[in-house]
């Protein structure tokens, strides 16, 4: 089955800077890598998401960057505020509805004022 | 659209008693998955349902737990003879199905035993 790796576990930014959090996956035939967001004690919400046609998917201060051949997708927060403190988990699957999503272990990321 | 309700919010069982929870999935959602997260930890996955019909089990701890879709009413997944190590989030997602898996996650239940 799938297995995603998720660095780093805990990342700490000061506010105004960026913060990139990576992900890699074993799974060849995986298309679909979407990212979460976590705050404490509420549901993951879907922030971003890219499919394997696509390197590269821009939304406002957050990007994910795709890079099939090696198999690792990476998220970007550019700008960072006080609230994008939370925890945020990578994912992927083969889509389709087939199957469940596979998530990385989260990175708690803080943002000091 | 009220998105994808769970219940109980919170659930608290003594070892050894049964603990149901329901999920009801988004409408015009007929995909139902289930994740547990143990504290500080990330998000697996249990099973995954249809209407009337599991198809993939490959999360779920094959004793006491289980999980269903009826045609009518919510998902649901019961564990039997709790013990303490079931004490965790138990998040419900749904998805619209065919040509995606976009899931949407419910405001999940958590469940403790004592």
């Known amino acids: 089955g799938e297995n995603v790796e998720q660095h780093p576990s805990t990342l700490s930014v000061q506010e105004g800077d960026s913060a990139v959090i990576k992900c890699t996956y074993s799974?060849?035939?995986?298309?679909?890598f979407p990212w979460y967001k976590q705050e404490l004690g509420k549901r993951p919400q879907l922030i971003i998401d890219?499919?394997?046609?696509?390197g590269e998917k821009k939304d406002q201060r957050i990007a994910v960057t795709l890079n099939k051949t090696a198999k690792h997708f990476s998220l970007h927060i550019t700008e960072t505020q006080p609230e994008d403190s939370a925890v945020y988990f990578c994912?992927?699957?083969?889509?389709?509805?087939?199957?469940?999503?596979?998530f990385g272990k989260g990175t708690h990321l803080i943002i000091q004022p | 659209n009220a998105g994808v309700m769970q219940n109980p919010r919170h659930l608290v069982r003594r070892r050894g008693q049964e603990a149901r929870l329901r999920c009801s999935p988004m409408k015009g959602h007929s995909h139902v998955y289930w994740y547990r997260q143990l504290p500080e930890e990330g998000l697996k996955f249990m099973v995954y349902l249809q209407k009337e019909n599991i198809i993939d089990e490959s999360g779920m701890p094959k004793e006491r737990f289980s999980a269903e879709f009826p045609k009518e009413g919510p998902s649901i997944l019961r564990i039997q003879q709790v013990v303490r190590g079931d004490s965790a989030a138990y998040f419900c997602?749904?998805?619209?199905?065919?040509?995606?898996?976009?899931?949407?996650f419910g405001a999940g239940s958590r469940l403790t035993v004592l």
């Open positions: 799974d060849s035939a995986s298309n679909y």
């Open positions: 890219i499919r394997s046609n696509v």
């Open positions: 994912a992927a699957s083969r889509g389709g509805g087939a199957d469940g999503l596979t």
């Open positions: 997602a749904s998805s619209p199905g065919t040509g995606t898996n976009v899931l949407t």
